[in-house]
């Protein structure tokens, strides 16, 4: 099993919290321990939004239990009915997220002794709102997340396999069966890598520094993504209209092959270009090394003449060549992006 670091901050976080109300001798600290296993957050930004409304969910709570056992005492049923009741307040006020630690702040207020109830109820809510300070403090020193590494190992990682792939399939040299498992495979690492985006989008939000500059990185990893999601749609019709690409004219075949081979080599290029490891005043591309009219040009002549019975076959082939102009595209747009942000900003940093 790996331990991960939001797993160990969560421990760190109990630690903190049960030796912090032992230190001040508060009764009960476990109440502590908990509230700081509901606060960790895999980011400072969501930490920090998690913060205020748990606070706000810890304060609703201690209310409402405190007012229901003044007026109706602390039967278990009573506790129900203001867990319902507290429920229905925290979705009205779209503060779902602390209704877990909201409960947790009824038991704990509604099961404090009859005698000095008011003085145990506030030590208990202020109990748990130490859990909640104590993760907040563990996710802004401990372990500060390095989104932006992860966020672009797992576009360059995904991009070689799709690459790999598209390769194999415009050779018609890729086994159905893997293939249809990778697919499956690639789109959930798609979406892992969408996630990472996000929250390497909410640190740059929290972080301020270079804030311009910072933005157009977020653009550039957004259009990345969308270069990797577009080349992902052309491995997945491939492997849906193999049959329709393998009775092309030979003809046509290879000068989709050549095309896709450049591309596919563009976009690798690009990956290194970023990282530095391709010099900033190399241009990659060069419309004069193969005319994108000419492949057009070629599938409308196949679309015109096309006599076979499946009569959705020419929405199938315009559908190819579509996306592998806009996969074109794309990557002229994310190639734009590099230059200008390694131009005005990469000496500045």
């Not at 039967?75 to 630690?101: C, P, Q, Y």
């Not at 293939?179 to 929290?206: A, D, F, Q």
């Not at 060069?286 to 005319?291: A, K, L, R, S, V």
């Amino acid at each position: 099993m790996k331990l991960g670091a939001r797993m160990l901050k969560t421990g760190i976080a109990i630690i903190l919290a049960l030796y912090v109300a032992e230190l001040f001798h508060i009764p009960t600290p476990v109440f502590a321990g908990i509230a700081a296993v509901f606060a960790i957050q895999p980011t400072i930004y969501r930490s920090y939004l998690t913060l205020l409304e748990q606070v706000q969910g810890n304060i609703i709570g201690a209310i409402i239990a405190i007012i229901f056992v003044l007026s109706f005492g602390n039967h278990f049923l009573i506790i129900g009915f203001a867990a319902i009741i507290a429920i229905g307040i925290m979705v009205k006020l779209k503060l779902e997220n602390a209704i877990r630690l909201a409960l947790v702040t009824i038991i704990a207020v509604m099961s404090a002794p009859a005698e000095d109830f008011l003085q145990f109820s506030v030590v208990r809510s202020a109990t748990i709102l130490l859990g909640i300070l104590s993760s907040f403090t563990v996710n802004l020193i401990f372990l500060p997340p390095k989104y932006e590494t992860k966020l672009f190992q797992g576009i360059s990682e995904v991009s070689e396999d799709i690459i790999k792939w598209i390769r194999l399939s415009i050779r018609f040299a890729s086994e159905d069966r893997l293939l249809k498992k990778e697919l499956g495979t690639i789109k959930e690492r798609i979406g892992r890598i969408n996630v990472l985006y996000s929250m390497y989008k909410e640190e740059r939000r929290y972080f301020k520094k270079s804030e311009y500059p910072n933005a157009r990185k977020l653009v550039i990893y957004r259009q990345m993504i969308q270069v990797n999601q577009k080349s992902f749609e052309i491995l997945k019709l491939q492997q849906r209209y193999k049959n329709i690409l393998f009775e092309l004219p030979s003809t046509l075949q290879n000068d989709t092959r050549e095309r896709l081979d450049y591309l596919l080599s563009y976009h690798e290029q690009l990956l290194q270009k970023f990282m530095g490891r391709v010099p900033q005043n190399i241009e990659l591309f060069n419309e004069n090394i193969f005319d994108r009219e000419q492949l057009m040009n070629a599938f409308l002549k196949e679309i015109k003449n096309n006599d076979v019975e499946d009569e959705f076959q020419p929405f199938h082939l315009m559908h190819i060549l579509s996306d592998i102009i806009e996969y074109e595209e794309l990557l002229e747009q994310l190639d734009k992006m590099i230059r200008s942000y390694q131009k005005f900003h990469l000496k500045k940093l």
